[in-house]
């Protein structure tokens, strides 16, 4: 196995662990609570009192999606970071770590993008849905 391979491998499991401690606390302090303003019924019920709809679940679904590609973001930006510290003066290493904190940072602008028109979009639906079904 290469170092390079090795590297990516051990940041994303890093990032895994890093993040895994989340749900911990959500299964011990109120799944059910959370599960509930998720907009899942608690107790075992089938008829819930919550207000869901497609276009709610569908944000949410993009917003976790994106949320992870900030995740990839974040642990590219670091292995470029790596790269350019471990160069050790070498120019076609310090160009290939430069390469690859552009790139991931010309990423993060298309992800910050596409959560932007996500969020007016649902938002323009949330708002027409409710207004229509009002009158």
Same mark, same amino acid.
């Given at each position: 196995?290469?170092?390079?391979? #090795?590297? $990516?491998?051990? =940041?994303?499991? !890093?990032?895994?662990?890093? *993040?895994?401690?989340?749900? +911990? @606390?959500?299964?011990?302090?109120?799944?059910?609570?959370?599960?509930?303003?998720?907009?899942?019924?608690?107790?075992?019920?089938?008829?819930?009192?919550?207000?869901?709809?497609?276009?709610?679940?569908?944000? #949410?679904? $993009?917003?976790? =999606?994106?949320? !992870?590609?900030?995740?990839? *973001?974040?642990?590219?930006? +670091? @292995?470029?970071?790596?790269?350019?510290?471990?160069?050790?003066?070498?120019?076609?290493?310090?160009?290939?770590?430069?390469?690859?904190?552009?790139?991931?940072?010309?990423?993060?602008?298309?992800?910050?993008?596409?959560?932007?028109?996500?969020?007016?979009?649902?938002?323009?639906?949330?708002?027409?849905?409710?207004?229509?079904?009002?009158?």
């Amino acid at each position: 196995m290469s170092n390079k391979l #090795k590297l $990516i491998t051990t =940041l994303f499991l !890093f990032g895994i662990f890093l *993040f895994n401690g989340a749900f +911990v @606390y959500a299964d011990d302090y109120g799944l059910d609570a959370t599960g509930e303003k998720a907009g899942f019924c608690g107790d075992g019920k089938t008829d819930c009192d919550s207000d869901v709809n497609l276009s709610l679940v569908i944000g #949410k679904i $993009i917003g976790a =999606l994106l949320s !992870f590609l900030g995740v990839i *973001f974040f642990v590219l930006i +670091v @292995y470029g970071g790596f790269m350019w510290m471990t160069a050790g003066g070498k120019p076609e290493q310090v160009d290939k770590a430069r390469k690859v904190i552009v790139n991931s940072t010309i990423g993060l602008i298309i992800i910050l993008s596409a959560y932007v028109v996500t969020y007016l979009i649902t938002t323009e639906i949330q708002s027409a849905v409710s207004s229509s079904g009002a009158g």
